[in-house]
Nanobody, 114 residues
Framework: QVQLVESGGGLVQSGGSLRLSCAAS????????LGWYRQAPGKQRELVAD???????NYAESVKGRFTISRDNAKKTVALQMNSLKPEDTAVYYC????????WGQGTQVTVSS
């Protein structure tokens, strides 16, 4: 059974930092592209960042220079370091893994107050 479990969300003031983590089980972790998506109220889910099995990263323009995605294949975790947070970063953040199949975590709320 595949499980992706996010942690690290919370409430932070504008300009602050948070670190999200996602622990995976039930997949051959090292072979998957891993990503973080977010969905704000009334908006579509969007890609924030992803990292391939080879370590190549991709970021949404809105988070470039502020967010960093990383993976630890030994621990089967993917992290998202978020710095210089803005109120518009407020959303539910979802962990995603994809190769042939796509799997999602349950999401973690990030709220940035102005």
């Amino acid at each position: 059974q595949v499980q992706l479990v996010e942690s690290g969300g919370g409430l932070v003031q504008s300009g602050g930092s948070l670190r999200l983590s996602c622990a995976a089980s039930g997949i051959m972790f090292s072979m998957y592209t891993l990503g973080w998506y977010r969905q704000a109220p009334g908006k579509q889910r969007e890609l924030v960042a992803d990292i391939t099995s080879g370590g190549d990263t991709n970021y949404a323009e809105s988070v470039k220079g502020r967010f960093t995605i990383s993976r630890d294949n030994a621990k089967k975790t993917v992290a998202l370091q978020m710095n210089s947070l803005k109120p518009e970063d407020t959303a539910v953040y979802y962990c995603n893994s994809k190769r042939i199949y796509v799997y999602w975590g349950q999401g973690t709320q990030v709220t940035v107050s102005s």
